[in-house]
């Protein structure tokens, strides 16, 4: 599969996005530089190209886009599977062998030696298990699934699934770009870059421990930062309108007494309110590797901060391709943007003692579904000997994730409450039986 490494112009060392500075930073010879003079060198280098989107496509806000709806496909022909190995190295699973090659698994046997024999001598029985299990191949429909990089630098081969985009090489550490899964799939209206580096991350993430009474006082110090990776995540953002009518039960209470009674006026009231909203930019989450709850905790973001889709700004981060459609998200898009129109219309409906909503009729048409990389940090802590995953905002450092109870705050919640709650009750029983004595 193709890829793209961004390099260094002034050095040709490996060139990585820059959130503190929004620029390109090369850690070797410390220059910075444009993402859009990185792109030109690449591309300079490579006689290809561009590597970023279409023109025409932009973030919401600036101007239509140009995509022909949800799960519209964007340029390129599909991904290739397989590719011929380089002279001298064995082929990929599924692949044949060139003439004077050795196949991918197994040993030829140098001339003379005997070839090296698995099976059991006749007679007698196989060998009986010692614990160990050899591993399970992978069956055709597992391998369709992964896809196989090759990095630029070293050589090395990386595995990942079939939505992985962009990744960092385990064995050089550099970071390159897979376009051609981009193009098979769809190319990004826009993305919005990170605006926190790692260190700013961790400042936001000790800021969120914050306040928080329940937290074991020893976790602001003890914990472990274990994992932290930046990832550009998914996201389908839907354009629309709902509309809608929605009936309230309404009550007004007026309370007055003389000499003998105590009086009150009921008014009781049908309340009718219809309303419509136009909606721009409903963000839903496209992928599965996060779940729905820390995929929508760590909104909202910043869309005017966006910038049209260019594959420099990966260079340094883990990227993923959707793997959940656009119109198997529009329940979700047609969800929030219900609940948003009842909380405007409902928001309305003021001067009651009372309300009670009675019905709600509502309808959602879209107009637009674009599709953008957003910036999130995804760590995991360790404290205590358990694992605490949480998700940053790589915008604005916002934190979601279920931090650690201290027990023993906990319990002094418990008493805090309880044993004044206890004391009212006791004397109010105390009241109740002496006067009932009298």
Known sequence: MSDIQYKCPSCSAPIEFDPASGLMRCDYCGTRTSVESVEAFSRSQAGAGPAQADGGYGPPGAGGPRTAGPGAPGPGAPASYGSVPSPGTAPATGTTPAPGEGAASGTVPAPGSAAPSTAPAPGTAPAPATGWQAPRPLSAAEERELSHLVCNSCGAEIVGDRTLIATRCGFCGN???????????????????????????????????????????????????????????????????????????????????????????????????EGSVAFRGIPVCGTTKLEPARAEGVEPFDVQASRPFATAYLSGYVASSYDIAAKDTLERADTRARESLTEMVEGTVTGYSTLRRESCETRVDHTATWYALLPVWLIVISYAGKSYPFAVNGQTGEVVGTFPISRRRLNALYAAFMIPLGLLFGTIGWFIVHLSVI
């Not at 190319?187 to 306040?211: C, E, Q, S, Y």
């Not at 990832?231 to 003998?260: C, I, K, M, V």
């Open 175 to 273: 970071t390159f770009v897979a376009a051609s899964r981009i193009r098979a799939t769809q190319t990004p209206n826009f993305l919005i870059p990170f605006a926190l580096d790692r260190k700013a991350m961790v400042a936001a993430f000790r800021k969120a421990t914050k306040g928080k009474f329940l937290l074991p006082p020893a976790f602001r110090d003890e914990h472990t930062l274990t994992e932290a990776t930046g990832a550009y995540l998914p996201y389908w953002f839907h354009d629309g309108q709902a509309s809608g009518t929605l009936r309230f039960h309404a009550e007004n209470y007026r309370h007055w007494s003389d000499s003998d009674y105590n009086y009150t006026e009921t008014k009781i009231y049908d309340v009718v309110r």
